[in-house]
C-alpha cells in the first residue's frame, strides 16, 4: 500500500506566502490523484482541489479556487499545496490524500501538516 | 458547494448498534454509488472504513456496514465497543469531478 508523508507544521503571519508538501511512496505516484483536505480547529473535512500527476489535470473547489494553488513535481513524487498571501482564517490541518479515479475514495492519507497563521 | 448532512452527535452503549446518517441531494448521494465513510480517531488523520455505498476495504471490521436509500447514506456500527469513538465523516462524489465531505458525526460510547 501506498504512503504518502507530509512537510512539517508551519507559522506564518498573515501575508505570508507558504508551500506544503506531500511525498508519496510505495507506489505508482503518477496514476493516483492526489486531493488535498482541509480541517480547521474542532471542524470537519473539507475537499479543497484534486490533482493527476501524470497531466498536472488539476481541479479545485468553488470554496478554494484563486486561494490556493495545487501541483505536483513527478520527479520526486510530491505534490504541493500553497498560498501566495495568508490569512488568519488559513490556520488548519491540512490533509493530502490519494485515490485511484475521480470516482474513488481516498483510501491512503498522510499524517498532517498544521499551518498556523498568526500576527 | 454544500456539504453533506450528518447528524452533528450520537452516542451509544458498548455492545449496542447504532447508524449513522449521512443526507445529501439527487445530484451526488441520490445520484450513484460513490459514497464512503471515514473514521477519524482523536488526533489523528481520517481512515476509510466504507466505499461505494457498502464495501470495506481490508482490515476493517466487518461490526462496519453501509447502506443507502435514495439520497441518505447510512453507516451502522454493530457490537460498539469503546475503540469506536471517533467522527465519522460520509462523503461522496459530485459531478463534475467534486468531492463533497460531511460535517462529521462524533461518536460518544
Known amino acids: 500500500e501506498g504512503r504518502l508523508v507530509q512537510s512539517g507544521a508551519e507559522v506564518k503571519k498573515p501575508g505570508e506566502s507558504l508551500k506544503i508538501s506531500c511525498q508519496g511512496s510505495g507506489y505508482r505516484f503518477n496514476t493516483q490523484y492526489i486531493g488535498w483536505v482541509r480541517q480547521m480547529p474542532g471542524k470537519g473535512l473539507e475537499w479543497m482541489g484534486t490533482?493527476?500527476?501524470?497531466?498536472?489535470?488539476?481541479t479545485y473547489s468553488p470554496s478554494f479556487q484563486g486561494q490556493v494553488t495545487i501541483s505536483v513535481d513527478t520527479s520526486i513524487s510530491t505534490a504541493y499545496l500553497q498560498w501566495s498571501s495568508l490569512k488568519a482564517p488559513d490556520t488548519a490541518m491540512y490533509y493530502c490524500?490519494?485515490?485511484?479515479?475521480?470516482?474513488?475514495?481516498?483510501?491512503?492519507w498522510g499524517q498532517g501538516t498544521l499551518v498556523t497563521v498568526s500576527s | 458547494q454544500s456539504a453533506l448532512t450528518q447528524p452533528a452527535s450520537v452516542s451509544g452503549s458498548p455492545g449496542q448498534s447504532i447508524t449513522l446518517s449521512c443526507t445529501g441531494i439527487g445530484s451526488d448521494i441520490g445520484d450513484h454509488n460513490y459514497v464512503s465513510w471515514y473514521q477519524q480517531l482523536p488526533g489523528e488523520a481520517p481512515k476509510l472504513l466504507i466505499y461505494?455505498?457498502?464495501k470495506r476495504p481490508s482490515g476493517v471490521s466487518d461490526r462496519f456496514s453501509g447502506s443507502k436509500s435514495a439520497s441518505t447514506a447510512s453507516l451502522t456500527i454493530a457490537g460498539l465497543q469503546a475503540e469506536d469513538e471517533a467522527d465519522y465523516f460520509c462523503?461522496?462524489?459530485?459531478?463534475?469531478?467534486?468531492?463533497?465531505f460531511g460535517g462529521g458525526t462524533r461518536l460518544t460510547v
Open positions: 490533482i493527476y500527476p501524470d497531466d498536472s489535470e488539476t
Open positions: 490524500a490519494s485515490r485511484y479515479s475521480r470516482y474513488d475514495p481516498f483510501d491512503s
Open positions: 462523503s461522496s462524489y459530485r459531478n463534475p469531478k467534486s468531492v463533497l
Open positions: 461505494d455505498v457498502t
